[in-house]
């Protein structure tokens, strides 16, 4: 399979893996969900919520384990997903590259394991664009508070078409 091969193919993949997307959030403050420039969109950072309700609040490491926040991150990216496919006409198969990612746990002091938990956004974007396109570079910090006192929150660059 060649790239081009495997980005017309991240639709379909949404489908075969049974991931619905959620609505778009709307931004609690004065920014926007994306903005494109030329043939990259930047995703603004998106919490663990789902539909408008926070689903993970609270310290990873203290009152959310590694699982959970995992989970809280995937949500963040599908949250992103949902942006994007916005961005983009409601076409994912636009990607061309999944550029940078961005992860923040609202975590304990002694927690670890930051990059661990960022792992639920970048296996989503494995998963929905394949190695070569989902492959990204990437950052994770730990940071003491998150708005809405969210457990994880992740933001994203892509290449598109």
Known sequence: MTIIDAVHDAESRLLSLGIEL???PRPIANFVPWQRHGDVIYLAGQVCEWNGSVVYR???GDVVDLETGRDGARICGLNLLAALREALGNDLNRVRSCIRVGGF?????????VPQVINGASDLFHAVFGP???????TAVGVAQLPQGASVEVDAIFAVA
């Open 58 to 60: 609270g310290k990873v």
């Open 22 to 24: 959620p609505n778009v």
């Open 132 to 138: 070569e396109i989902g492959a990204h570079a990437r």
């Open 105 to 113: 746990v609202h975590c304990a002091p002694d927690f670890l394991q």
